[in-house]
């Protein structure tokens, strides 16, 4: 079993930032793959970023590449998400998710989930 537990969420004027945090604890070295998806009021949970779980690979929707950045503290086994320029379309849960290996944007890669942390982003 993988554990996951995100931070960090919370209400941001439009251009601001905010950092998730994602701490990782458990059986971790099953893990290949670290995703960010969110999920907005009435819409399917999307991919967000996504990198690698022994590597530095990171993925990243088109619609937030250049102003979200995934990273990864190794000593901590934390996976951050960093968000700037946030807009209001950026506003959802946020969730993290640990998976196998395999095409990272497809959510049925995951086999563990956060609970979730909802940003809201005001215009």
């Known amino acids: 079993q993988v554990q996951l537990v995100e931070s960090g969420g919370g209400l941001v004027q439009a251009g601001g930032s905010l950092r998730l945090s994602c701490a990782v604890s458990?059986?971790?070295?099953?893990?290949?793959?670290m995703g960010w998806f969110r999920q907005a009021p009435g819409k399917e949970r999307e991919f967000v970023a996504a990198?690698?779980?022994?590597?530095?690979?990171?993925y990243y929707v088109n619609s937030v590449r250049g102003r979200f950045t995934v990273s990864k503290d190794n000593a901590k086994n934390t996976v951050y998400l960093q968000m700037n320029s946030l807009r209001p379309e950026d506003t959802a849960v946020y969730f993290c998710?640990?998976?196998?290996?395999?095409?990272?944007?497809?959510?049925?890669?995951?086999?563990?989930w956060g609970r979730g942390t909802q940003v809201t982003v005001s215009s």
């Open positions: 998710a640990a998976g196998r290996s395999g095409v990272v944007a497809d959510k049925t890669q995951y086999d563990y």
């Open positions: 458990g059986r971790t070295w099953s893990v290949a793959n």
């Open positions: 990198r690698s779980w022994s590597g530095d690979t990171t």
